[in-house]
C-alpha cells in the first residue's frame, strides 16, 4: 500500500513513523524545510515511552515526484490547507482515500446537510478551493486522541494517546474504512472504525474550541482555565451555544460543560496545541475551530454572542503577533 503523508508534523510524524515501521505501507512524506531535510538524514523518527522509534523516509518537496498514491494523510495546519489542496491532484486516482488528521471543522463537514447543500464553509474553505480539490467521495473522516510535539525537525515527541476515530464522512461503516482501521492497528494505534464520525468531530471540538483560544490568549495551562471560575464559566458558556447548534445539524451532545471539563482536569497542567504554536510564533488554527462554529451557528439561525466574544478576541491577539492574516 503506497501511503504519503503531507505534513510531517507532530500528528504527521506520529502517523508517519508507526506506519513506516509496520513495513506493510510503503510511506513517504512531502515536507519542507528543516523537516524535509531531517527525513532525508535521519528518516522517520518517534520517541515513545518504550524508546525511539526509526524507520527510513521517502522525503520530497514536490508531490507530483510520488505518483498516485493508495492513501494521503493530511496533517497540516488549517492555514496551510488550501495551498496543499492545490498540488494535491497528482496524488489522487480513482481509489485514493484522504484522510485530514487535523484539528477543528474539516471544509466537507456540512457538505450535504439540510440548509448546506454543497456550499463550502467560508471561513475553513473561502472561495471553495478545497471543495473543488478534494472530492468528498475520496474523504474519510478523522479524529486524532493523542498528544505529540517536535522538540526539533523531524523527531516526534509522543507523550499520551494513540486513539484514532476514522468513518464516512455521511455516516455508517464500509470495508474502505475497516482495510485502513486494519493498516492503522496493525501499526500500534487504536483505530476505531465509527459509524458517525461526524459526531465524534463536533464532540472534540465542543471541547477544544475554547480551550485552545483561552489558553493562547492567557498564556495559560488548562488545569489554571478550569481553577479560574469566570474562565470557567465563560468557556461554558460558549461551549452551551455549540452544544446548541450541534443539536441543529444532526450532532447532539449529552454530556454538560462541567462533565467534559472534569475529564479536561485529568491532563494536568497541560498546554494546548494552539498555546504551543502562540509560543513558538506559528500561525494559529482560529478558523477551523472557532470561526467556523460561529459561521455554523448564523446558517442555522442560532445566536453565539459567547463565541462570537471568543473568536473576537482570539483573532486581534494573533493579529497583533502577526499569527493570523489581517482583516
Request: hydrophobic share 45%; proline share 5%.
Amino acid at each position: 500500500m503506497k501511503v504519503c503523508i503531507i505534513g510531517a508534523g507532530a500528528i504527521g510524524g506520529f502517523i508517519g513513523t508507526r506506519l513506516a515501521a509496520a513495513g506493510r505501507a510503503q510511506v513517504s512524506a512531502v515536507a519542507r524545510g528543516a523537516t524535509l531535510a531531517a527525513l532525508r538524514e535521519k528518516g522517520w523518527r518517534l520517541q515513545t515511552a518504550d524508546g525511539l522509534v526509526q524507520a527510513p523516509a521517502h522525503a520530497t518537496d514536490q508531490a507530483a515526484s510520488l505518483g498516485v498514491q493508495d492513501l494521503v494523510v493530511i496533517a497540516v495546519k488549517g492555514p496551510a490547507l488550501a495551498g496543499v489542496a492545490q498540488g494535491i491532484a497528482s496524488l489522487l486516482g480513482p481509489e485514493t482515500l484522504v484522510l485530514p488528521a487535523m484539528n477543528g471543522v474539516p471544509w466537507w463537514f456540512c457538505q450535504g446537510l439540510p440548509g448546506f447543500g454543497d456550499a463550502p464553509l467560508a471561513s475553513v474553505d473561502p472561495g471553495g478551493e478545497i471543495t473543488r480539490a478534494i472530492p468528498l467521495a475520496q474523504v474519510v473522516g478523522c479524529v486524532v486522541h493523542a498528544a505529540t510535539s517536535t522538540p526539533e525537525p523531524g523527531l516526534v515527541l509522543h507523550k499520551m494517546g494513540r486513539g484514532l476515530l476514522i468513518g464516512e464522512p455521511g455516516g455508517g461503516q464500509s470495508e474502505r474504512v475497516q482495510r485502513l482501521a486494519d493498516l492503522l492497528n496493525h501499526a500500534g494505534f487504536e483505530a476505531t472504525h465509527s459509524a458517525d464520525v461526524r459526531y465524534d468531530i463536533w464532540y472534540k471540538l465542543w471541547g477544544n474550541m475554547t480551550m485552545n483560544p483561552v489558553s493562547a490568549i492567557t498564556g495559560a495551562t488548562v488545569d489554571r482555565l478550569l481553577d479560574d471560575d469566570l474562565v470557567r464559566g465563560f468557556c461554558s458558556a460558549a461551549m452551551q451555544e455549540a452544544g446548541r447548534i450541534g443539536a441543529r445539524i444532526g450532532c447532539p451532545i449529552a454530556q454538560s460543560p462541567e462533565e467534559r471539563h472534569a475529564l479536561t482536569r485529568k491532563l494536568g497542567a497541560f498546554k494546548t496545541s494552539m498555546l504551543q504554536d502562540a509560543e513558538a510564533g506559528r500561525a494559529l488554527e482560529i478558523d477551523a475551530l472557532v470561526a467556523a462554529v460561529q459561521e455554523i451557528g448564523q446558517r442555522v439561525g442560532e445566536a453565539t454572542p459567547n463565541i462570537d466574544a471568543l473568536l473576537g478576541l482570539v483573532r486581534l491577539f494573533a493579529r497583533v503577533r502577526n499569527l493570523y492574516p489581517a482583516a
